[in-house]
């Protein structure tokens, strides 16, 4: 048994001490609560870690009618990020989601005028992953706790050109884009049915 009671090994059975110097942190010790064996700094291992998947996702968006390009007018997105647990296999919990876009842009109609007013055009990327987890097998419960876009490697319009009607306006046909996705899980605790 470890203590810092002497600065000395002691010999769990009688007590005496073997002889041994310990050197222990000064703003710490290494005693242990019995009840929950964290020692009273209260840094202990983390039961039940968070755990997480990263991928990057390629998409491209059509852009119909096609988009406005010039000094004053681009193509936005704003995304959000929706995973759920759709399967624990034994060592591996797999992940299924959907990236939500909301593109904006100011349009062009097929007779080549601009637009008054900016649309919205909304579209979905599904994506899947899996974590690697020790303690996963069948039948056990896994609940995810984080998912976000981490970075947006790139956006930008593209297919550009002349509008047949107006080629006096540049317009994109397409968007593209590099997203990077974090997915994080944690296991969820059973707890036995109270009647």
């Not at 000094?71 to 624990?88: N, Q, S, W």
Request: hydrophobic fraction near 35%; proline fraction near 9%; glycine fraction near 6%.
């Amino acid at each position: 048994m470890l203590t810092p009671k002497n600065n000395s090994f002691l010999d769990g059975n009688i007590g005496t001490p073997i002889g041994l110097p310990v050197q222990t942190p000064k703003e710490s010790s290494y005693l242990v609560d019995n009840h929950t064996n964290c020692p009273p700094n209260g840094n202990c291992p983390e039961p039940n870690p968070r755990t997480c998947c990263q991928l990057m996702i390629d998409h491209k968006t059509q852009l119909v009618p096609p988009a406005l390009i010039d000094r004053t007018h681009d193509v936005t997105a704003i995304r959000t990020v929706e995973a759920v647990v759709e399967k624990v296999c034994p060592e591996k919990v797999v992940i299924c989601g959907v990236i939500h876009k909301k593109i904006t842009y100011t349009p062009v109609d097929a007779c080549g005028r601009p637009g008054t007013h900016t649309i919205d055009i909304f579209d979905d990327i599904p994506f899947q992953c899996f974590i690697d987890r020790d303690d996963a097998t069948i039948g056990a419960s896994f609940r995810v706790v984080g998912a976000e876009v981490m970075c947006v490697v790139f956006e930008r319009a593209q297919n550009f050109g002349k509008h047949p009607e107006n080629p006096a306006l540049t317009v994109a046909w397409k968007f593209v884009e590099k997203d990077i996705i974090k997915v994080c899980i944690e296991r969820q605790e059973t707890r036995p049915k109270v009647c």
